[in-house]
């Protein structure tokens, strides 16, 4: 039998996601409104591939038209929100919870995408397969970034 150990790089990686994570949690229920619903946030992962910058979202359970996606103006978040409903029949003949670990309600997440990526924003793609909302942030041409010259005014 083989064990896979996990370098200490993977370790800290994966205890600081949970850290900001738990402290995003956090601060969501302690700057909550009174008489607000609860919000939560769903898992989201982010990479960038040759040509595009991808966001992948855990959507299970929500329905498309339901889900909002938007770009901030200076293109440095990607912020998502919806809302994930339960059936009164899924609540039906229920009197008490062992565990509750899956969120119903609205939703919010605010992405920050990285600063060295640029976005070509009028190609924004978004789809939802098999419980995932996958977001494709093509990146803007390398030569659209670049200033181009103006021939020069001729002399009349």
């Known amino acids: 039998m083989e064990i896979l150990l996990k370098s200490y790089e993977d370790m800290f990686d994966e205890l600081d996601r949970e850290l900001r994570r738990l402290s995003d ?6 700057f909550r409104l009174p008489g607000s619903e609860e919000v939560w946030s769903p898992r989201v ?3 960038e591939t040759s040509d ?4 992948k979202v855990a ?3 929500l329905r498309p038209n339901e889900i909002e996606v938007s770009l901030s103006a200076d293109n440095k978040h990607l912020t998502v929100r919806g809302v994930r409903t339960e059936t009164s029949g899924d609540r039906k003949g229920r009197i008490r919870y062992y565990q509750m670990e ?3 309600g609205p939703f919010e997440r605010i992405v920050p995408l990285p600063p060295h990526v640029k976005i070509d924003k ?3 793609n978004a789809s939802y397969d098999q419980g995932f909302l996958k977001i494709t942030l093509p990146k803007l041409a390398e030569d659209a970034e670049k ?3 103006v021939v020069p005014v001729g002399e009349e």
């Open 122 to 124: 009028d190609r924004l």
């Open 59 to 61: 959507a299970a359970g």
């Open 25 to 30: 949690e956090t601060l969501m229920h302690m």
């Open 102 to 104: 899956i969120y119903f």
């Open 147 to 149: 200033v181009r010259r």
């Open 45 to 47: 992962d982010v990479y």
């Open 52 to 55: 595009t910058l991808v966001v």
